[in-house]
């Protein structure tokens, strides 16, 4: 788990337009989740994973997951 306050579900829809299953991605990622892990926690494949991520980052505008979790606190 991150060692730090994630912003709620409805300041990332609002703020970023993410799509509820994109914040559920978006959360994970910002702990630190794999793919392959985001995947099981949410039953989706890794490949489908992967593309919500890359959807994020495009939304949030950052490149990688620790910009995504450090410009999410």
Do not use: N, Q, Y
């Not at 730090?4 to 994970?28: D, M």
């Not at 990622?29 to 494949?45: C, K, P």
């Not at 949030?60 to 979790?69: E, F, I, M, T, Y």
């Amino acid at each position: 788990r991150c060692g730090f306050l994630l912003p709620t579900a409805a300041r990332l829809r609002a703020h970023f337009r993410l799509t509820p299953r994109e914040v559920e991605v978006a959360l994970l990622l910002a702990e630190g989740a794999s793919d392959a892990h985001i995947g099981r926690a949410l039953r989706i494949s890794i490949h489908t994973a992967r593309h919500h991520g890359e959807r994020i980052f495009a939304k949030v505008g950052v490149h990688s997951r620790k910009a995504l979790a450090l410009h999410l606190v």
